[in-house]
Each structure stands twice: as C-alpha cells, then as structure tokens.
C-alpha cells in the first residue's frame, strides 16, 4: 500500500481523479480517501498546514497501518528565481529511497534534486527568502515535510518528498498570506479576502493569474506521482 499526503484538498484534487473505487473513511478519527492505481492500493492524508496539526494527524494515520511507501507531495515556494512556477522538486535531504536503486527515473518530467526546507510561517517578502536561502542552502519551503520524514522515520516507512513550484521570488503570493490563508481555521477566510480585493481592485487580477499557476503546477505534480506509483 502506498500513502501519498498533502496539506490541503486543493493540493490533492486532481490526483483523486485518478483514483479508481474511491471511497473516503476515518481511521482513529482522521479523514482518508482511498482508492486504487494501477492495481496498487492508495490511501491520501491531508495534513494540514503546519507543525501542530500536520504531526497529530501524521502520527495517526502511520498507527496500526504498513506502508511500503509514503510519499509527501504538495505545493513549495522557491527561494530563489533558478526554480519557476510548475517545477517539481525531490527533496534529497528528507527522502529515504533512492529511485536508481528501484529503477525508477523522472528523466521524462522538469525535475530539480535539492534540499528542501519546512518553516514554521508561509514567507511573503523576497528578501527573507533570499535570506532563508543564503542561511540553509535550501532550493524550496513548505511547511509540513521536516514533521512527515520524522514520523516515517519512527515507523520504519519508506519515504519520497516530491513538491511543485507554485510561487517564486519573482513570482510571489498576490496577496499578503494572512489575507490568502488563515492559519488558526486551515482554510481561506473568503470574507476577508473579498473585503481586501474590494479595497486593493488590481488584486483580483493576481488571484486570477495564480489560480491558473496553481492549476497548472498541480497538474504537473500529479502528473509526476502517477507517473511513479505506475513504475513502482
């Protein structure tokens, strides 16, 4: 059996398409979706975002359960300009398996083999990634791999960190992230985001323009894990 997670839902949605006999549960209180991929079997987490919330429900769903493998995807934010927009990124420093080793290849997708970096708050200025950069020598951040890799690690779980490129220095978040996310509630707060376009208007075009960044950066990310799971 094979776990894929991700923060949230609008990381994963593309990927339960290809889900066959997909059904959701609960197991120890936290939600799953599982399915099937090419006569494999597939259970997907979604973590949330964050330390607090991403170790409760890791630590739950590798209870009572074997993996032969968990592979950690989701969206990253580049810390430099080398990675664009749709990238994807295996994280060399958290990932316990070697594809060579397995006879798997990405020599068909963009790939980018580097460190990446879990922070504790989503980055909005530029200069505090370049800082980051300078500082860890990392490509990338998100939020959650560091917390997952640990939890593999204790259970003796195989694990691959695969993310995609969905903002960049240059192309950054188009609108404060306090505004885009709210932490405490784990979900957009639309109130507060349409209160905010209706004073800043040229915001509404950003939001556009990144929804389709997203929707491409999450297809290629899925496209990328099927690819994966089909060679496994």
Same mark, same amino acid.
């Given at each position: 059996m094979i776990a894929v997670t991700f923060a949230l839902p609008a990381e994963s949605s593309e990927l339960l398409r290809h889900l066959r006999d997909r059904t959701g549960t609960e197991r120890n209180g936290v939600r799953i979706v599982r399915g099937r991929m090419d006569d494999r079997a597939i259970e997907v987490l979604h973590t949330g975002v964050g330390e607090k919330v991403c170790r409760q429900r890791v630590e739950t769903f590798l209870q009572d359960q074997q993996f032969d493998l968990l592979i950690s995807a989701g969206f990253a934010g580049a810390l430099n300009d080398e990675l664009q927009v749709g990238d994807l990124l295996l994280a060399k420093n958290f990932s316990t398996i070697d594809l060579n080793e397995r006879g798997l290849s990405?020599?068909?997708?963009?790939?980018?083999?580097?460190?990446?970096?879990?922070?504790?708050?989503?980055?909005?200025?530029?200069?505090?990634?370049?800082?980051?950069?300078?500082?860890?020598?990392?490509?990338?951040?998100?939020?959650?791999?560091?917390?997952?890799?640990?939890?593999?690690?204790?259970?003796? $779980?195989? &694990?691959?960190?695969? =993310?995609?490129? %969905? @903002?960049t220095p240059r192309e950054p978040f188009p609108v404060?992230?306090? $505004?885009? &996310?709210?932490?405490? =509630?784990?979900? %957009? @707060?639309?109130?507060?985001?349409?209160?905010?376009?209706?004073?800043?208007?040229?915001a509404l075009w950003r939001l556009i323009r990144f929804g389709i960044r997203v929707a491409h950066a999450r297809k290629a990310l899925t496209e990328a894990i099927v690819g994966l799971v089909s060679h496994l």
């Open positions: 990405f020599s068909s997708l963009p790939i980018r083999i580097a460190d990446l970096l879990t922070v504790s708050a989503v980055i909005d200025s530029s200069d505090e990634r370049n800082r980051i950069a300078r500082a860890s020598g990392a490509a990338a951040v998100d939020m959650e791999t560091e917390f997952i890799a640990r939890a593999c690690a204790e259970y003796g $779980v195989p &694990f691959l960190s695969l =993310r995609v490129i %969905t @903002d404060p992230t306090k $505004v885009l &996310f709210d932490m405490e =509630r784990q979900q %957009t @707060d639309y109130r507060q985001l349409s209160s905010y376009v209706l004073k800043n208007p040229a």
